[in-house]
Structure formats: C-alpha cells, structure tokens
C-alpha cells in the first residue's frame, strides 16, 4: 500500500481541488446570472412604470377632452332650450292676442284674380285706414291652426339646429 499513499493523495488532491472549482464556477455564474436577471427585471420594470404613467397620462387627456365636449354639449342644450322655449312663449301669447281678438290675422288679396262669387272688395275702400294692398281677415280659428303650424315648423328648426350643433361639437 505504500504505492496508494503518495500518488493516490496526490489523486484525491487534485481531484477535490477539481470539484472545489467546479463549484466555485458554479457559484460564479449563479452570481453573474443573478446580476443579469436582477438587471433585466429592474429595466423591464422602469419599463412597466413608463407604460403605465404614459396610459395614465392619456387617459386623462381622453377625459378632459370628454368633460369639455360634455360641457360644450351642456351650453349647446341650454341654449336650444332657450331658444325653443323662447319661441313656445313667443307662440303661446300671438294665440292669447288671436283669441282675444287684440290682433286679427289678414292675408293679401291678388287685385288681379277676381275669384267667382268672392264678396270681398278687390280694392280697400277710401274711408278706412287701411292702405296699400287688399287684404283680407282671416277666421280666428283659422288663423289658430296657421299659429299651430308655424309652432310646430319653428320647434322644428330650433331642433333641427341643435341636432347640427351636437354633430359640429362632436366633430371636433
């Protein structure tokens, strides 16, 4: 056995110094490795960061370009409503004024066309106050329908006008 003794140490030696630099190896890369994935998941959460504060930062630019469109939305139905119940108002009296008979609805009477059986003067006579063109008074409930239809054609447009301002305000 002294033939194990010097060669066989000198074997065992070289073969723990091996592994113990395999291990120290081992540990090295787990070391530079880790450095590398520690690097990677700090970059790729600056990244995240920027994402979100960049999402966040256009989110609040979408909602403060909604709230001024509601706002301008707002403004635009208050002052059609305005307008609509201006002109309700406006209709509701002219119908008061024909019903009490303060204010008569006449039309123009064409001098030229002499309608058959038409008892109404194609010319207005020399003692009224009245002068300028024939013209001829219409029945008060006639002239109520005529004031329904002009009502229902100015709510119309005042409508119409509205749906145009709600379009331009959301082409903006």
Same mark, same amino acid.
């Given at each position: 056995?002294?033939?194990?003794?010097?060669?066989?140490?000198?074997?065992?030696?070289? @073969?723990? %110094? =091996?592994?113990?630099?395999?291990?120290? &190896?081992? *540990?090295?890369?787990?070391?530079?490795?880790? #450095?590398? !994935?520690?690097?990677?998941?700090?970059?790729?959460?600056?990244?995240?960061?920027? @994402?979100? %504060? =960049?999402?966040?930062?256009?989110?609040? &630019?979408? *909602?403060?370009?909604?709230?001024?469109?509601? #706002?301008? !939305?707002?403004?635009?139905?208050?002052?059609?409503?305005?307008?609509?119940?201006?002109?309700?108002?406006?209709?509701?009296?002219?119908?008061?004024?024909?019903?009490?008979?303060?204010?008569?609805?006449?039309?123009? !009477?064409?001098?030229?066309?002499?309608?058959?059986?038409?008892?109404?003067?194609?010319?207005?006579?020399?003692?009224?106050?009245?002068?300028?063109?024939?013209?001829?008074?219409?029945?008060?409930?006639?002239?109520?329908?005529?004031?329904?239809?002009?009502?229902?054609?100015?709510?119309?447009?005042?409508?119409?006008?509205?749906?145009?301002?709600?379009?331009?305000?959301?082409?903006?």
């Amino acid at each position: 056995m002294p033939a194990f003794g010097l060669i066989g140490w000198r074997l065992i030696g070289l @073969l723990v %110094l =091996a592994g113990c630099s395999a291990a120290l &190896a081992w *540990q090295f890369q787990d070391w530079r490795y880790g #450095q590398q !994935l520690a690097e990677q998941a700090r970059l790729h959460a600056e990244t995240l960061n920027q @994402l979100t %504060l =960049a999402a966040a930062t256009q989110q609040q &630019a979408e *909602q403060d370009k909604r709230l001024a469109l509601e #706002q301008r !939305l707002s403004a635009s139905e208050q002052t059609h409503y305005r307008a609509l119940s201006d002109a309700e108002r406006d209709q509701g009296r002219l119908r008061d004024r024909l019903a009490t008979a303060d204010v008569r609805l006449s039309v123009l !009477l064409d001098a030229s066309d002499a309608a058959p059986g038409c008892s109404v003067p194609a010319t207005s006579s020399t003692g009224g106050m009245v002068h300028g063109a024939a013209r001829a008074r219409l029945d008060p409930t006639h002239a109520q329908r005529i004031i329904a239809i002009t009502d229902a054609g100015d709510s119309a447009l005042i409508a119409l006008q509205a749906c145009q301002a709600y379009i331009r305000a959301l082409a903006r």
